[in-house]
């Protein structure tokens, strides 16, 4: 029997919110890689934060281990039971790798789980798995329903600046129907694969981190959206193609960067997220004053807006 997970009001994001870096994102190995199945609100996640250039997370082979959050010049190592010593032992063997913190904290304090399901918009968000859902309108031809399961990388749908994109994809899809979509940081791919549901028959999805990637993937699949999206590890800035639609749910930082290198006027459609409305008022003058705000949400404090450019 699959125990479903928590459900509450707020995402902890470590980007976001000032928490550990180790809250964004990450990946359980096997057996753990359907994680919902084993990890629960209560469970104990063992976190060690080790300074240096890891080349291989795939060589750790240490009891429980989960996954590494890179964030250079930091590793976010996950656990599911305390290996100080094991990790000790595995770091005198490696070069350059020193640990350098350690945390410990409740899965259920720091990711969110959609339990049975969340709606914005036409979309519904379901756990990836439904058989403990109970009765479920999924034959509604009217909603696009979204099977998530983020384990621990960020985009399970309920933080507002998930669900403000979502609702931005919701409502800009009622009014045009665009071809192709790229979704830099797309986490656990859920604005990817909202764009494909839709509609849109080309979707590339970067992420930075190769772990969101593989999580990415596994819900691209377990959408059958594999056809039309296409998940790339990488840093979608730099090599960015042209699309119809772009969407960025980014921090502040990758954000300026987006906006140095890209011009947003190049693309007929850009929903932009992931800063509190305030911070985004003091950078709001670095898009191009002739781009047209189209809609805006701010949902918490957290502001989504979808820009028009190009006709
Ligand atoms: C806030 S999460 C957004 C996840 C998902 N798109 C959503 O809306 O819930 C940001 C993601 O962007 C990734 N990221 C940050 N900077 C990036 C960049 N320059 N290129 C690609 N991915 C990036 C992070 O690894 C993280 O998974």
């Given at each position: 029997m699959v125990e479903i997970l928590f459900t509450g009001d707020d995402l902890a994001l470590g980007a976001f919110a000032?928490?550990?870096?180790?809250?964004a994102t990450a990946r359980w190995r096997q057996?753990?890689?359907?994680s919902s199945e084993v990890i629960q609100q209560s469970t104990k996640l063992y976190i060690y934060e080790v300074k240096g250039f890891i080349k291989d997370c795939r060589s750790i082979k240490i009891r429980g281990y989960l996954g590494n959050w890179p964030e250079p010049p930091y590793n976010y190592l996950f656990f599911l039971e305390p290996v100080k010593d094991d990790l000790r032992d595995w770091l005198s063997k490696q070069?350059?790798?020193?640990?350098t913190n350690e945390f410990s904290i409740d899965y259920g304090d720091w990711q969110q789980v959609v339990r049975r399901k969340h709606r914005v918009g036409r979309f519904v968000i379901l756990p990836g798995?439904?058989?403990?859902?109970?009765?479920?309108?999924?034959?509604?031809?009217?909603l696009v329903y979204l099977y998530i399961t983020p384990c621990l990388v960020f985009?399970?749908?309920?933080?507002p600046t998930t669900s403000g994109c979502l609702a931005a994809i919701d409502h800009l899809y009622s009014v045009d129907a665009p071809e192709t979509a790229t979704d830099i940081g797309t986490g656990t791919g859920i604005l990817a694969i909202a764009c494909a549901k839709c509609g849109t028959k080309n979707v590339v999805a970067y992420d930075i981190n190769p772990l969101a990637v593989e999580c990415a993937k596994d819900n691209v699949r377990r959408n059958k959206v594999n056809d039309t999206v296409t998940v790339k590890e990488g840093d979608g800035i730099s090599n960015l193609e042209r699309s119809e639609l772009l969407c960025f749910n980014l921090d502040e930082k990758s954000f300026r960067r987006l906006i140095e290198r890209i011009d947003l006027r190049e693309f007929r459609w850009s929903i932009i997220s992931g800063m509190l409305e305030k911070r985004f008022e003091r950078i709001?003058?670095?898009?191009?004053?002739?781009?047209?705000?189209w809609w805006k949400q701010v949902n918490k404090g957290w502001i989504t807006i979808c820009v028009q450019g190009q006709e």
């Open positions: 000032g928490m550990p870096p180790v809250q057996p753990y890689r359907e070069e350059n790798l020193e640990l798995f439904t058989e403990s859902l109970g009765p479920c309108d999924l034959d509604d031809e009217s985009g399970s749908g309920l933080h709001a003058h670095l898009l191009p004053s002739d781009l047209k705000i």
